[in-house]
């Protein structure tokens, strides 16, 4: 069964995929929004799109295309706590003209309920640890700009409930079991029904591109305490293992194939650690010259996507004994072990 032919079949299992257009090249397109129908009536919506004009016009455009309204939705799961895929939550709650429950891991919940961290506040932290990994002051303030920008795409929400792994969420058509697979995030979940071999991946597993695995310091800007890509690769080991027919990602198309996806992401990674293993053959360098001669022509708004990929790298390959890391004059510095 070809992934163009199942996604009409999904329609037979009351699944719709509404994409939502965002400002982000990077994520590999428009951001995916599911309408899963409910067993009593009504909607559950896993990830809500981001929180502008255009996103909402987008997807109240969908919804009636669909011949479907917000008030409809019941609840929304929101996969994880990025601005495109929690952003829309506050306005459909505020459509649906009541309680609207908002279901996320509690390691995301900071990102997006109300009175959690916000950039600003964060911003010192993460700018302190950037310039520990070599990146100048310049960049800094580039990099400060465009996480307040992106962060005011999407508006806090009042109430968001916990919820966790091994949790199943029935609908209509579908058991929908939660699965925590951090990586990308330290608490992104996934939604697997094991007798459809539906799988909803969001940013976990897309077909295109590789996901961001980004710095996440701790609740107080604790170094080191999430590594993203040592996590996301014992996540992907686990995904392998899943029986799964059809992907619903986070963006693009739905597609097969789930164990070919995978092979092709550690094969990437593989190549870039190789990259940066040479790149250190010169010898150590800090994070930001690292991250430099990996991604050139990189912009300084898009420095802490660059700098994020490479420092997840040189985590995996400091997990391996290859690399070590050493504080020299405030910057780390970055050189081949042994």
Partial sequence: MTAAIAERDLADLGVFRIPVPIPFPQAGG?????????AGGGLLLFDSGLGTEVARSALEDGFARLGRRFSEVTRIVVSHGHVDHYGGARAIQEAHGGELPVLAHPLDIPKMAEGGWRWRDQAPRYGAYLARLGVPADVLAAVAREGERGFGMARRIAEVKAVGAGEVIATRHLSLELLH???HTPGLLCAHDRERRIFLSDDHLLERISPNPLIDLGPEGEEGWFRPLLAYLDSLERTRRLEIDLVLPGHGPPFGGHRRTIDALLRFYDRRQARIREVLGRGPLPAWQIA??????????EAFLVVSET???LEVLEARGEVARVLDGGVYGFGLAG
Avoid: D, I, S, T
Wanted: net charge negative; charged share 20%; aromatic share 8%.
């Fill in 30 to 38: 428009p951001v995916n929004v599911y309408l899963v129908e409910e």
């Fill in 181 to 183: 697979m951090p990586g």
């Fill in 292 to 301: 430099r001669e990996l991604f050139p022509a990189a912009k300084p708004q």
């Fill in 311 to 313: 420092v997840a790298n």
